[in-house]
């Protein structure tokens, strides 16, 4: 036998051997059953536990739950943080009764991942539904301790309901042991709309750290019940600049009257400074008539800022006394932010050409989240001339309108919105459907 005769031979009584060795599964670099994760999750070994639990949270299967949850009391606490985890990704109401135990673990860092996984279990309800860019707001895993969800304006669908022993879970964790563990869990209450929490809420925020106060304030206007007002109307004089900023904005956001003395004083006070511009974007989110003198002033302002935030303060009053200054304004403005602004503020004073104005906005790349909040400002009273834009030609405008629609909640639209479900563009088809299910549920 020739030697390469020869090495061909080994090479395949090799094969034959190694065979023999490996189950054909691995072979084939098939994945392991679920029968044999469910093995895995009691090896002795806790690296092995560990994959196990994040292979079966991948599965997405609902057969995953069972072995879960009783490994949730695993003495390797990087094991119980998987599992955890994989708790959440499966999304099984089943494991609420275990969450809400892991919520109160000895680890700082599977208490975290129970306020994700618990979070998760809400927010991202429909993850199997066609998305656009415009939803992923809402359909994502979410992370309630980074930064950037921190900042971000997420919440649950209306139509969701949180059961009332998730809610009283989380309102302890705002006063656990980690100041970290308690901002998660402020982040989590208001992603989760969860309104009986308010009073533990304002409670937290005498005893929390300056993170903590803001977390809490952030998630007060997403729970958006201003009764709070008056609770909050210390943290205006906050030392901290951070608590005083975004007490000052909730606030604005709450359109809360009883604030407006306290906060034109601030903006007396602190002329040419950023407080000032905060105060003043709080003073035209109130909208009250007593402001129509400041707002006419500087509706004339160099800075654009101002003049945007001084027309939607004249939107909100409504006066139609001021409609010709402010359409004298409209026809010497330059900045396109504040060409929208006045459009929405001529639209309330009785200006109903200026609507198709502000839907026109929707396909601007830097302005439609400007123009689409007037317009679910605007509400249920211009929900049926929206719906006869629908058919725009621009499919920007289409999907940003079936999101403006979904959102403003008027259920009447559902069957101007059913033929975009044919539409051409995929994201309109999806935004549609997404807004049909809204209004479906409202």
Same mark, same amino acid.
């Given at each position: 036998m020739n030697l390469r005769r020869y090495r061909s031979v080994l090479l395949v009584l090799t094969l034959i051997v190694a065979a023999s060795y490996f189950p054909s599964s691995t072979a084939r670099g098939d994945e392991p059953t679920l029968d044999q994760l469910k093995v895995e999750l009691r090896d002795q070994d806790p690296k092995v536990r560990k994959k196990a639990a994040q292979q079966l949270g991948a599965t997405r299967s609902r057969e995953a739950v069972p072995p879960l949850l009783a490994a949730a009391s695993d003495p390797d606490v990087e094991v119980r943080e998987e599992v955890?985890?994989?708790? @959440?990704?499966?999304?099984? &109401?089943?494991?609420?009764?275990?969450?809400?135990?892991?919520?109160?673990?000895?680890?700082?860092?599977?208490? &975290? +991942?129970?306020?994700?996984?618990?979070?998760?279990?809400?927010?991202?309800?429909?993850?199997?539904?066609?998305?656009?860019?415009?939803?992923?707001?809402?359909?994502?895993?979410?992370?309630?301790?980074? =930064?950037?969800?921190?900042?971000?304006?997420?919440?649950?669908?209306? $139509?969701?309901?949180?059961?009332?022993?998730?809610?009283? @879970? *989380? /309102?302890?964790?705002?006063?656990?042991?980690?100041?970290?563990?308690?901002?998660?869990?402020?982040?989590?209450?208001?992603?989760?709309?969860?309104?009986?929490?308010?009073?533990?809420?304002?409670?937290?925020?005498?005893?929390? %750290?300056?993170?903590?106060?803001?977390? !809490?304030?952030?998630?007060?206007?997403?729970?958006?019940?201003? /009764?709070?007002? /008056? +609770?909050?109307? !210390? $943290?205006?004089?906050?030392? =901290?600049?951070?608590?005083?900023?975004?007490?000052?904005?909730? *606030? @604005?956001?709450?359109? /809360?009257?009883?604030?407006?003395? #306290?906060?034109?004083?601030?903006? %007396?006070?602190?002329?040419?400074?950023?407080?000032?511009?905060?105060?003043?974007? #709080?003073?035209?989110?109130?909208?009250?008539?007593?402001?129509? %003198? *400041?707002?006419?002033?500087?509706?004339?302002?160099? %800075?654009?800022?101002?003049?945007?935030? #001084?027309?939607e303060g004249m939107a909100r009053v409504g006066d139609p006394i001021d409609v010709e200054d402010v359409s004298r304004a409209f026809l010497g403005e330059k900045k396109f932010n504040v060409q929208l602004a006045l459009s929405y503020a001529l639209y309330r004073m009785g200006r109903q050409e200026y609507l198709d104005r502000l839907v026109s906005g929707l396909s601007e790349r830097m302005h439609y989240e400007q123009a689409g909040s007037y317009l679910i400002e605007l509400g249920q009273p211009v929900s049926g001339e929206l719906t006869r834009h629908l058919n725009h030609p621009d499919a920007r405008v289409r999907v940003q309108l079936c999101r403006v629609l979904g959102l403003i909640g008027d259920s009447s639209a559902i069957p101007h919105l059913k033929p975009l479900l044919q539409d051409s563009n995929k994201d309109v088809i999806s935004e549609a459907a997404l807004a049909i299910r809204r209004l479906g549920a409202s």
């Open positions: 955890v985890k994989a708790l @959440g990704l499966l999304k099984d &109401e089943s494991a609420i009764t275990m969450l809400l135990t892991t919520l109160k673990d000895r680890s700082d860092s599977v208490r &975290e +991942e129970s306020i994700i996984a618990l979070v998760n279990l809400y927010a991202d309800r429909d993850a199997g539904f066609s998305i656009t860019r415009i939803a992923k707001k809402v359909y994502r895993k979410i992370n309630v301790f980074s =930064d950037k969800v921190g900042n971000d304006p997420l919440v649950i669908e209306s $139509y969701v309901r949180v059961a009332p022993a998730v809610i009283d @879970g *989380l /309102s302890d964790r705002l006063f656990d042991s980690s100041m970290a563990i308690r901002v998660g869990a402020a982040k989590a209450l208001g992603i989760l709309r969860a309104k009986p929490a308010l009073p533990r809420m304002i409670e937290a925020m005498k005893t929390g %750290d300056s993170n903590v106060r803001v977390a !809490i304030l952030r998630s007060l206007y997403k729970i958006r019940d201003a /009764s709070v007002d /008056s +609770e909050i109307l !210390i $943290y205006l004089n906050d030392q =901290d600049k951070g608590v005083r900023d975004e007490t000052i904005l909730t *606030l @604005g956001l709450l359109r /809360s009257t009883a604030a407006l003395p #306290a906060i034109r004083r601030l903006y %007396d006070e602190n002329p040419d400074t950023k407080l000032r511009l905060r105060a003043f974007q #709080a003073i035209s989110l109130i909208g009250d008539p007593s402001s129509l %003198d *400041l707002f006419r002033r500087l509706l004339k302002d160099p %800075d654009a800022i101002y003049r945007q935030y #001084a027309a």
